[in-house]
């Protein structure tokens, strides 16, 4: 019994986790196809059924409920709070207090409506299998464990998915980004004013680094110091070449040397940096395709030009054996 246990469990687990993945990619399809700015420009309730689906309008209503005890749970714990808010700043999210109980409760809700899905699918296995321990309860509280587990990460793990696509594509567009700002600078727009006809200009191809540039000058707009500005944008997007670049700018403003120049030398580094990114690119691929070759491609290969050969030779071998 206890040799069948173990295996048992592990399929409830997996099947519980695969349930709980299934479930997720039915809410994103039913998620509405509009933003929540266009749900408050249409004037949509947070409820409201005729814009939401049913599995989406449930979830909204769980984290609504559990958005309390996330802040009993969560409360004290300031480290943690921390974490969560510069994980929403670098996925581009708002990063305010409400947002941070928003993502803690649906944390809890996601673990409660995986918890539910793990058990019933362990109840339903336990019927099917027919297991010695399917019985007892070890099954049904391995299928609402894996379940809960999962659900409480994943939507943290989908946060942070998203935060390193988007540092990916600002390290990627940022030497385009730069181009265009050193062009803008070295006409004659002072840097505040290239800034907005950048983020203008670069919005469709670069929207994350559009985004960030606008809320920059909005923030310079707003009076803020420009040193603390860039500081600001260096922090929120977690990419080092562009802290690099923020600070050469506080650098460069503070010492008062030409901001042109630096972005010139800076941007020619840039290109440098970009290229030898895709010669690195290009050395690892040949060592990530080694393994596929070698498991897959080769012996099916072999199988295909050998195999023709070796029926041939079996078959003369039984021949002269006759």
Known sequence: MTGLLTPVLLVVALLAIATGMLVYGVL????????????RLNG????DDTSDG????????????????SRKLYGA?????????QLLITSGQLSTDEMVWQLLAKQLAFGVLFGIIGLGVALFLGKTIQAPSANGMTFPFAGLVSGMLLGRYWPTLKLKQKAKNRQENIQRTLPDVLDLLVICVEAGLGLDAAILRVSKETEPMAPEMAYELQRTHSELSAGIPRSEAFRHLGSRSSVSDLQALCTLIIQSDK???????SLRVYSDEMRVRRR???EELAQKAGIKMLFPLVLFVFPMLFLI????AAIQIVSTFKTMGK
Not at 32 to 37: D, S
Not at 44 to 47: G, I, Q
Not at 55 to 69: A, T, Y
Not at 77 to 85: A, D, G, H, R, V
């Open 28 to 39: 994103v399809l039913l998620a509405p196809a509009h933003g929540a700015l266009r749900d």
């Open 44 to 47: 949509t309730s947070e409820y």
């Open 54 to 69: 049913a599995l989406e309008s449930l979830l909204k209503i769980l984290v609504h409920q559990l958005e309390p005890v």
């Open 77 to 85: 714990n300031k480290k943690y709070l921390l974490q969560t808010k």
């Open 255 to 261: 010492l008062g040397t030409s901001i042109a120049d």
């Open 276 to 278: 030898q990114r895709a």
């Open 305 to 308: 030009i050998i195999g023709p």
